[in-house]
């Protein structure tokens, strides 16, 4: 399998984890967004979304958007299970998940961010302000998730890491890059802080990417 | 069941259309999200993210994000099913969902277009502008994904509505109400068209609603 991928982008870090808990193999191929390399005609041709990432099977198919491909990766190596088998845990991982891939991520990447500089103006500490608006206001309601009928356990769901996680982690490194204040989540950083202690999350982490800068 | 739902709100359109194509019957309570009734105390106990929809069932259990909610109705109703057997397939229908959840509705919602006027102060016009600007970027990606390796029949993925479907016709609606054009996304409005013949998703309308202003 190939992973179309740039070491900042939050939806390619969530894969990267799920490949690596899933101890599946793959080839990285890297794609610039801040030189938008994304939007050239090369990259147009692999996903007309100009979205990273894209996965790209050995038979040539191509899938795209995190959490479809993390999805389509339980099925293809159920174990270990990124999903509880119980129906209604399974609604609460991926409620979480959609949590921080609907209500945090959309509005601080980074064409959002170029669009509120060129289209809108705004400054440079504008911006921040945005980010950690919403990063706030997302949080918040993460934690209250968390804090209401958290089952025990280390991680965001239990005593393994779940989708859930792999969508939690990639948002915290981004909130810190944008020195948002995160003391105000304890519940969220314990499963943050369980998550960092394992290898495949570590190891998906950005700074550890072979195109980090 | 009882949906905590606001005829304006996409993500509880989706759950509607979910829960009409599956023959579900659901008690609707309404939130007025435009007068704020979903941060009262009344609404925070029942979902702490103050979001709507809100799924409660016969025992008290509550699941929320839209997305979630119709994977697990797909579990509790599997015929008539949202998302194939197949599971490339799936990630394909998935991916569409996603699509308009991540990428188009977020910077859209009542909440974010709030915070522009009051945060950024930005005017009505500069909002509509920001509305068409990720309406146009979000369908043009969407209408790229269609046209690349749609199987054939009428709906987003093939003869039969699937979660796609549930996700595009809200967003459809949306972009009409802020004057969108949407002459450029024949592929999408064919399928949009073949679904509002179905009075699952026509009944699931906003102006068909009991709390429709």
């Keep these: ?5 740039y070491f900042r982008s ?50 040539g198919t191509r899938l795209n958007q995190s959490l479809a491909i993390i999805e389509y990766l339980e099925t293809l190596r159920p174990q270990p299970a990124l999903l509880p088998p119980d129906a209604l845990e399974r609604a609460r991982v991926r409620a979480l998940a959609l949590l921080v891939a609907c209500e945090i991520h959309p509005l601080n990447n980074l064409r ?19 980010y950690q608006h919403w990063v706030a206001d997302g949080l918040a309601k993460f934690e209250a998730e968390l804090g209401k009928g958290r089952p025990r356990g280390r991680f965001c769901h239990g005593y393994v890491p779940s989708l859930a996680d792999c969508c939690l982690v990639p948002q915290i490194f981004n909130a810190r890059r944008y020195d948002c204040d995160l003391a105000r989540y304890p519940e969220t950083m314990a499963a943050f802080e369980a998550c960092m202690q394992l290898p495949a999350f570590d190891r998906a982490q950005p700074a550890k990417q072979p195109d980090a800068e």
């Design 10 to 59: 939050s939806a390619a870090f969530r894969v990267r984890i799920a490949l690596n808990l899933k101890g599946l193999p793959y080839e990285p191929v890297f794609v610039h967004l801040a030189k938008g390399e994304h939007r050239q005609p090369d990259y147009a041709a692999v996903n007309p979304q100009a979205l990273v990432p894209t996965l790209e099977l050995d038979d």
């Design 1 to 5: 399998m190939k992973l179309y991928t």
């Design 112 to 130: 959002v961010l170029q669009h509120l500089k060129r289209g809108l103006g705004q400054s440079e500490e504008q911006i921040k302000a945005w």
